[in-house]
T-cell receptor, first 114, second 116 residues
Framework: DSGVTQTPKHLITATGQRVTLRCSPR?????VYWYQQSLDQGLQFLIQ???????AKGNILERFSAQQFPDLHSELNLSSLELGDSALYFC?????????????FGDGTRLSIL | DQQVKQNSPSLSVQEGRISILNCDYT??????FLWYKKYPAEGPTFLIS?????DKNEDGRFTVFLNKSAKHLSLHIVPSQPGDSAVYFC???????????????FGQGTILTVHP
């Protein structure tokens, strides 16, 4: 158990809809990272938050947004969903703002778009 | 552009023998490297890491070697156990002064099967 909690584990929805994925980091960790794992792309970095502020951004679509709240949990919002958004979405956390420290991953949310 | 490559999709090893998983990278700005293990229906689990100022790091049965000039790293597991059967990912991180602060770039993974 990594200590990172992601909910829900599975999500099934339709094209055009909006969903919210939730992540609670390990106790004491201030950074939260979001990754997308699709069959053809592998694990891709989306975005990082540190202590409530956006820290780094990857190839995150404009339809996707995230935030980190004062209690340090984070939410990833996906809107105007398309079939290609079907993937596993992982959250990870680390103690500091990044750099030379391991990230610890949750078990992911599997998103299926019908 | 695949900056981190694991060229072997799978590896099969006998219990008790050594498992060697390989990873190559192209971006010379990477300075921190990690190995993760992943079981089905679970998230990646951190195994071991190495900074670019070192060429070797050990933790129990796991040793990571880094060859910066060849842009190559490897994970040695010895002795291998059936419970080590999983997908192994290598990941790399850029220099902390860059804009990719904290971003991990992952390889595609290698499926390790350890036979009893």
């Amino acid at each position: 158990d990594s200590g990172v909690t992601q909910t829900p584990k599975h999500l099934i929805t339709a094209t055009g809809q909006r969903v919210t994925l939730r992540c609670s980091p390990r106790s004491g960790d201030l950074s939260v990272y979001w990754y997308q794992q699709s069959l053809d792309q592998g694990l891709q970095f989306l975005i990082q938050y540190y202590n409530g502020e956006e820290r780094a951004k990857g190839n995150i679509l404009e339809r996707f947004s995230a935030q980190q709240f004062p209690d340090l949990h984070s939410e990833l919002n996906l809107s105007s969903l398309e079939l290609g958004d079907s993937a596993l979405y992982f959250c990870a956390s680390s103690v500091g703002s990044g750099g030379n420290q391991p990230q610890h991953f949750g078990d992911g949310t599997r998103l299926s778009i019908l | 552009d695949q900056q981190v490559k694991q060229n072997s999709p799978s590896l099969s090893v006998q219990e008790g023998r050594i498992s060697i998983l390989n990873c190559d990278y192209t971006n010379s700005m990477f300075d921190y490297f990690l190995w993760y293990k992943k079981y089905p229906a679970e998230g990646p689990t951190f195994l071991i890491s190495i900074s670019s100022i070192k060429d070797k790091n050990e933790d129990g049965r796991f040793t990571v070697f880094l060859n910066k000039s060849a842009k190559h790293l490897s994970l040695h597991i010895v002795p291998s156990q059936p419970g080590d059967s999983a997908v192994y990912f290598c990941a790399a991180e850029r220099d902390a002064g860059g804009t990719s602060y904290g971003k991990l770039t992952f390889g595609q993974g290698t499926i390790l099967t350890v036979h009893p």
